[in-house]
């Protein structure tokens, strides 16, 4: 089958998995030159198979040597119909963590769940013995409370007053105005159950129980903060409650992980193209003119550079830990300098469907946005035949 994406939505439909393949192994690769990196040899990343959480995999196995156990819910392949990305991106990196002599092992299920919580557990208790790093990376839309079976879904609004701003289509590159309702106290209290650091939480109660968090770990969870602009739908709306939930969670975190030494923090981290970022309203815009600025300025960087950079100067720096005054570790601080928002804001400003092609980065968004799945990866020859699904 010759495979061409599908999307919908802005939501890809199918992946390529040879695509996927070559965008892992270039991951692995810039890894691999940026290293060696100091630090954790037994990692445990919930959220394992794409953006944040994958690149935390690939750095800690590639930069660090570490064992890894993973995490992920994602759908393998059938003869008529791709896998999705995640899973051809943890085949590739099982197989070359394993050709390196590491352990890499994923269980595949709901991350929320108590039996994946069990079935993980396990396998952390068999073949690591014991966690110096946990990652939390979870992206979900949904999630089932495990204590009672409640189904909570998330939703994408502002708090308080309705939205409107400007908006664009991440595949026409058509500039509109959104305008969107604000949530109401379910939809507020949904957004938080799904996204907030409750499941981070009981992760590593789970953890602490079978004593398996090791003297000196740390545990480090993923936030977005981002600019004035975006807030009304982002930090100050449903899922800035949930982040902010999250980096309140570091607390309760922090004291029971006191007795082993052990530590919990949050990162907050730069805007990038994600499967997350792409729908939600705004943020495509944002990230098309913050790609042309940093590109310009020379200090872009994706996903495997943020990490690589987040474990290098931050988990396993020199001296004490790089934090903020509310405790969390910044490596969105080259975005969020005056020079770059001050740019980004200007181009903001003039933005229409008719200049957005001047004004923003568009094929490097769409690059990028293609790249999730599998396509538009350098050296990757399209019309081929793809048999292995």
Same mark, same amino acid.
């Given at each position: 089958m !010759? &495979?061409?994406?599908?999307?919908?939505?802005? &939501?890809? !439909?199918n992946?390529?998995?040879?695509?996927?393949?070559?965008?892992?192994?270039?991951q692995?690769?810039? @890894?691999?030159?940026?290293?060696?990196?100091?630090?954790? $040899?037994?990692?445990?990343?919930?959220?394992?198979?794409?953006?944040?959480?994958?690149?935390?995999?690939i750095?800690?196995a590639?930069?660090?040597?570490?064992?890894?156990? =993973?995490?992920?819910?994602?759908?393998?392949?059938?003869?008529?119909?791709?896998a999705?990305?995640?899973? %051809?991106?943890?085949?590739?990196?099982?197989?070359?963590?394993?050709?390196?002599g590491?352990?890499a092992?994923?269980?595949?299920?709901? #991350?929320?769940?108590?039996?994946?919580k069990k079935?993980?557990? #396990?396998?952390?208790?068999?073949?690591? /013995?014991?966690?110096?790093?946990?990652?939390?990376?979870?992206?979900?839309?949904?999630?089932?409370?495990?204590?009672?079976?409640?189904?909570y879904?998330?939703?994408?609004?502002?708090?308080?007053?309705?939205?409107?701003a400007?908006?664009?289509? @991440?595949?026409?590159?058509?500039?509109?105005?959104?305008?969107?309702?604000?949530?109401?106290?379910?939809?507020?209290?949904?957004?938080? $159950?799904?996204? =907030?650091?409750?499941d981070?939480?009981?992760?590593?109660?789970?953890?602490?129980?079978?004593?398996?968090?090791?003297? =000196?770990?740390?545990t480090?969870?993923?936030? %977005? &903060?981002?600019?004035e602009?975006?807030y009304?739908?982002?930090?100050? /709306?449903?899922? =800035?409650?949930?982040?902010?939930?999250?980096?309140?969670?570091?607390?309760?975190?922090?004291?029971?992980?006191?007795?082993?030494?052990?530590?919990?923090?949050?990162?907050?981290?730069?805007?990038?193209v994600?499967?997350?970022?792409?729908v939600?309203?705004v943020?495509?815009? %944002?990230?098309?003119?913050?790609?042309?600025?940093?590109?310009?300025?020379?200090?872009?960087?994706?996903?495997?550079?943020q !990490?690589?950079?987040?474990?290098?100067?931050?988990?396993?720096?020199?001296?004490?830990?790089?934090?903020?005054?509310?405790?969390?570790?910044?490596?969105?601080?080259?975005?969020?300098?005056?020079?770059?928002?001050?740019?980004?804001?200007?181009?903001?400003?003039?933005?229409?469907?008719?200049?957005?092609?001047?004004?923003?980065?568009?094929d490097?968004?769409?690059?990028?946005?293609?790249?999730?799945?599998?396509?538009d990866?350098?050296?990757?020859?399209?019309?081929?035949?793809?048999?292995?699904?």
């Amino acid at each position: 089958m !010759i &495979i061409t994406p599908k999307v919908r939505n802005n &939501i890809f !439909i199918n992946a390529h998995p040879v695509g996927c393949r070559v965008e892992v192994e270039r991951q692995i690769s810039y @890894a691999r030159e940026n290293g060696p990196i100091g630090g954790a $040899k037994k990692v445990l990343v919930i959220g394992c198979s794409s953006g944040f959480g994958l690149a935390s995999r690939i750095v800690s196995a590639f930069g660090c040597g570490a064992d890894t156990v =993973g995490v992920m819910y994602e759908r393998e392949g059938t003869e008529a119909r791709t896998a999705t990305p995640g899973w %051809y991106n943890t085949k590739t990196f099982e197989s070359h963590a394993r050709e390196d002599g590491l352990f890499a092992q994923t269980v595949n299920g709901d #991350a929320f769940s108590n039996d994946v919580k069990k079935e993980t557990i #396990a396998l952390v208790k068999e073949h690591l /013995g014991y966690v110096d790093l946990i990652v939390y990376s979870l992206a979900s839309p949904v999630r089932t409370d495990p204590a009672d079976g409640t189904l909570y879904r998330s939703v994408l609004k502002p708090i308080g007053s309705s939205y409107q701003a400007k908006a664009v289509d @991440a595949m026409s590159w058509e500039v509109t105005e959104t305008d969107i309702e604000p949530a109401n106290d379910e939809e507020i209290k949904a957004t938080v $159950k799904v996204m =907030g650091g409750e499941d981070w939480a009981l992760w590593i109660d789970a953890l602490l129980a079978e004593n398996l968090v090791a003297p =000196g770990c740390k545990t480090v969870a993923y936030s %977005y &903060i981002g600019p004035e602009v975006t807030y009304p739908i982002y930090r100050s /709306g449903t899922i =800035g409650k949930a982040k902010e939930h999250l980096e309140s969670t570091v607390d309760i975190l922090n004291k029971k992980l006191a007795p082993c030494d052990a530590r919990a923090v949050v990162s907050v981290n730069k805007a990038l193209v994600t499967k997350a970022s792409a729908v939600i309203p705004v943020v495509p815009l %944002y990230i098309a003119l913050l790609y042309r600025v940093m590109k310009e300025l020379g200090n872009h960087e994706g996903c495997i550079e943020q !990490i690589v950079r987040l474990y290098r100067d931050r988990l396993y720096g020199d001296g004490p830990m790089l934090l903020d005054e509310a405790g969390r570790i910044r490596i969105d601080d080259w975005e969020m300098s005056d020079e770059v928002q001050n740019r980004v804001s200007a181009l903001w400003e003039q933005a229409t469907s008719e200049n957005l092609k001047d004004l923003g980065d568009l094929d490097g968004y769409k690059k990028d946005f293609l790249n999730l799945n599998g396509f538009d990866v350098d050296g990757v020859d399209y019309s081929q035949d793809v048999t292995d699904f």
